[in-house]
């Protein structure tokens, strides 16, 4: 008999080492708690990935150790180990933060199976918990680009809508300008119309923001861009914060819009300048990277190949991360709005022209640890030569057909159009359109093309047309940017493009350039 005790006490402890050997070398983190949430068992691994030796962990509660009595989401956690025990069936999987003894916090997803006595009362629970913070940090980034898709689709939207209406704004100012005889009327009308400008400026950034935006391609010198940014900011910034710049490479040109980026390299700086009131570093830095495949930074999708880095940071007060997270959103702002940009479209539009030029844009911030932006712009090579703009000329009266879906374009099109000379017809309808072109076209010295109308976009139109007359002379106006469909139209054989809203000025250098051409 104690020959048989002594062999199942011996195959009892070789079952239990096994057990433990098991327990301790598994990757997982593994521990046990008792009904009053303190750790009883914490396996070799959750005391690697913690940072707490056994000493220190066991006896403590679970919350105010490796849980945090709140959530980043705003999650009440302290009850949470009460909860495993009373609704043992709603936590057979979990996923909850936890925090590291440094603070650092993680995302695990733990399976729970509650421990019973005799009586079929919980005394604990075993809790089993992979890592899943990357998995975690790749989700809210991929809701976070489907988010800001969504926004950009909204944006664009709003933004044709509103052009169209400023288009006509403008244009009836135009008229009264044009007709109205007193002083005081014109002085009115011209207000307006600058007014009207300025709400054509924001559905401009927001156009950016939407990746509708006009990119005028050219070759740009980011250095110089740049040079220029900080000779502005010498001028503009606080004796307090001392500014620092600095390249590593000796050319740095890239295709795109000088202007844009120009404004974006502001935007960011005086956003650093807002957050330094009390003073601080900023630093411009420009480098040359080069990426042997393709790579995403958030939303954005970076071909391999060659890419001009340019870094800013400030020493700031820095942002959370939650607000990290909205930052590139239109009209989002943490400033009241009686300073600065107080609607909240700088970063917006910055993200946007990231976009528009295949760049990159994102953003490292901590309260009290002060912001670092990282931008990514593709590479190209030096210009052979620079060539010179071309001097301005008036137009000549011209016979031309007016197509576009709003009639309130059409109006003040007829009028302001004759009051300079032009003989203007007008459509509606793009069906309608094509039936006068085809008996008016001998006639017509122009047709200017709105881009979207009902069952034919102006890019179509324009195509039939030419089936009539090959030699046809079109524009196209667009509440667009000049976006893909626009670039298909005139690499179709229309002949120019103006955005919408535009005054007469800018139609008639358009037409200008036709007939100078």
Known sequence: MSQDLTELYNQLKASEERYRELVENANSIILRWNQEGIITFFNEYAQKFFGFSAEEI?????????????????RDLRPLMEDICRHPENYALNVNENIKKNGERCWISWTNKVLLDDRGKPVGA????????????????????????????????????????????????????????QTEVTEQARLIVNTATSAANLTHQLMTF???????????????????????????????????????TEHAWFQGDATQIKNALLNLALNARDAMPDGGVFRMDVDEITTEAESSIGEFRMPA???????????????????????FEPFFTTKEMTRGAGLGMGLATTYGTMHLHKGAISCISAPGKGTLFELLLPACSAPDSIKPVPPEHKCAPVSMLVVDDEDMVLMYSRQLFSLHGHQVATSNHPLKALEYFREHWRSLDLVILDMLMPDMDGHALFLEMKKIHPEVKAIIASGYSNNQRVSAALDSGIRGYVQKPFTYEVLEAELAKLQNG
């Open 58 to 74: 066991i006896g403590q509660h679970v919350v105010g150790t490796i849980v945090p009595e709140d959530e980043s989401t705003g």
């Open 305 to 327: 190949g060659r890419y001009l880095r340019l870094r800013i940071e400030d020493t700031g007060q820095g942002m959370t991360e939650e607000v990290t997270q909205h930052i």
């Open 126 to 181: 075993l809790s089993i918990g992979s890592d899943i913070t990357k998995q975690r940090q790749l989700e809210i980034e991929l809701q976070q680009a489907q988010k800001m898709q969504a926004i950009g689709q909204l944006a664009g939207g709003i933004s044709h809508d509103f052009n169209n209406l400023i288009h006509a704004i403008i244009g009836y100012a135009e008229i009264i300008d044009e007709i109205s005889q």
């Open 210 to 248: 939407a990746r509708k935006g006009n990119v005028q391609l050219k070759h740009c010198n980011l250095l110089g861009l740049v040079e220029d940014t900080v000779t502005i900011l010498r001028h503009t910034f606080p004796r307090n914060i001392r500014l620092i710049h600095q390249t590593r």
